[in-house]
């Protein structure tokens, strides 16, 4: 079973940015996929980044050039550093794991952009 803990999520104003994190309880490069999803009110959530075990990343055309997933794994974590915001980037950010046959998920973190 893995554990995931995110953190970083706050209130930022148009055009900033913020770093999520995500700290998993196994070795990340055994993670087959972790990936960073996101859901609004009244909306399904969405996947918005991935990172492979081999490294590849995958974003939604919403966020290329402006949201960059990376990992570190000394520390098991993987970051969705999210810069130029916009309102329409407000959402619970959950991050995800698939690990062997079995899908993860942290308890999310809430990110609001607005004035």
């Known amino acids: 079973q893995v554990q995931l803990v995110e953190s970083g999520g706050g209130l930022v104003q148009p055009g900033g940015s913020l770093r999520l994190s995500c700290a998993a309880s196994e070795t990340i490069f055994s993670i087959n996929t972790m990936g960073w999803y996101r859901q609004a009110p009244g909306k399904q959530r969405e996947l918005v980044a991935r990172?492979?075990?081999?490294?590849?990343?995958n974003y939604i055309d919403s966020v290329k050039g402006r949201f960059t997933v990376s990992r570190d794994g000394a520390k098991n974590t993987v970051y969705l550093q999210m810069n130029s915001l916009k309102p329409e980037d407000t959402a619970t950010y959950y991050c995800?794991?698939?690990?062997?046959?079995?899908?993860?998920w942290g308890q999310g973190t809430q990110v609001t952009v607005s004035s």
């Open positions: 995800n794991a698939v690990f062997k046959v079995f899908e993860y």
């Open positions: 990172i492979t075990s081999n490294g590849t990343t």
